[in-house]
């Protein structure tokens, strides 16, 4: 089969196009023709080797959409030819965390394509306790593009910063993959009033078609004073920049207020002054991913038609280094979708 892997970190040039062994599967596994796969900011943190340097050779790619062409005899849930979606990310569903419904504080909680092979590739094999049927209404590129996404925004808005109806949240990065589906939750599940950012003013109009009720382009405006003069404190962030706006994150939430982060785009290491957190009561709060059952809502929130993919470009498998270039530049709003 042919598949994108990588041999060394580094540029777009690490990523090959070749054949590669087709995947066995064992009797509680599915084989999964794959159909298309998303790409996240995570993939370029593991090509460039930054933070994470899984084994080598290895295969990028955490959202997965496709059919199942094979399965083990102790898979019952799934049939041959059911349109499937995967989740982003496998535990070992035996411990405490894992039967309690927290899999994404499993100790071997792996996201595909971290440390485990994911999906930049034509088949994949796969526990079929992580084979989910896709949504009818979306195709296979629609579906691979929502999955790390959804997950990882729904956790972070309800599970962890319990966002509440009608509260004013701060949305960092609308057009990111993330910002872009929790500006819908946001909105469209709770009814927040959402304010995002931008970095550019072709990004504007789309941030608001996709729910947004505010937006700022962040590179032309103050995002302290813009919020302080229209709206006063705020109650809740969601921000992966980390370093450069922690500060400015710190003096727009209200006293009690809650910032959210899931990651640190912009550097991890960041000065805090804890006057602000103990005096004015503000909780900053870390949310990774999420729980697989919540993958099941999603999808079906997907599927209503209540939450829409956000699609940024689509390109062939063999164009990998050309997609992972479209997202490092900045452009783009929405997912980049590799068709297999
Ligand atoms: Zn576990």
Not at 52 to 80: C, N, Q, T
Not at 184 to 193: F, G, R, T, V
Not at 279 to 293: A, V
Request: aromatic share 8%; hydrophobic share 40%.
């Amino acid at each position: 089969m042919k598949a994108v892997i990588i041999n060394n970190f580094g540029d777009i040039d690490v990523l090959e196009y070749k054949e590669i062994e087709e995947p066995k599967i064992g009797p509680n596994e599915v084989l999964v023709q794959i159909k298309a796969v998303a790409l996240n900011h995570l993939d370029i943190w593991i090509r460039k080797g930054i933070n994470i340097r899984p084994k080598l050779p290895h295969i990028l790619g955490a959202d997965i959409s496709g059919i199942v062409v094979d399965k083990g005899s102790e898979v019952k849930h799934i049939d041959i030819g059911d349109e499937v979606v995967l989740a982003p990310a496998i535990s070992c569903n035996l411990c405490y965390e894992c039967i309690s419904g927290n899999d994404n504080f499993c100790k071997s909680y792996s996201i595909l394509g971290e440390n485990v092979w994911g999906g930049y590739r034509e088949y994949i094999n796969i526990r079929g306790e992580f084979v989910f049927k896709k949504p009818n209404n979306l195709n296979f590129i629609e579906s691979a593009s929502f999955l790390l996404t959804s997950l990882t925004a729904y956790n972070a808005l309800i599970r962890r910063g319990n966002l509440q109806r009608d509260e004013i949240i701060l949305i960092m990065s609308g057009g990111s993959g993330v910002g872009s589906v929790a500006i819908q939750i946001a909105k469209k599940i709770l009814n927040a009033y959402v304010i995002t950012t931008v970095g550019s003013d072709e990004k504007i109009e789309k941030a608001y078609e996709i729910g947004a009720d505010y937006v700022i382009n962040w590179k032309k405006s103050d995002i302290v004073e813009e919020i302080k003069n229209k709206f006063g404190r705020i109650d809740m962030v969601l921000d992966h920049t980390g370093k450069m706006h922690i500060n400015n994150l710190i003096k727009i939430v209200k006293n009690g207020g809650r910032i959210v982060t899931y990651g640190a785009t912009s550097g991890h290491i960041a000065e805090i002054d804890l006057r602000h957190i103990f005096f004015r009561q503000i909780s900053i709060i870390g949310s990774t991913m999420g729980r697989r059952s919540d993958l099941i809502k999603i999808i079906d929130y997907y599927e209503k038609g209540i939450l829409k993919p956000v699609i940024y470009k689509v390109l062939p498998l063999e164009d990998a280094k050309q997609a992972h270039k479209i997202l490092e530049s900045g452009e783009v709003f929405g997912k980049v979708v590799l068709e297999v």
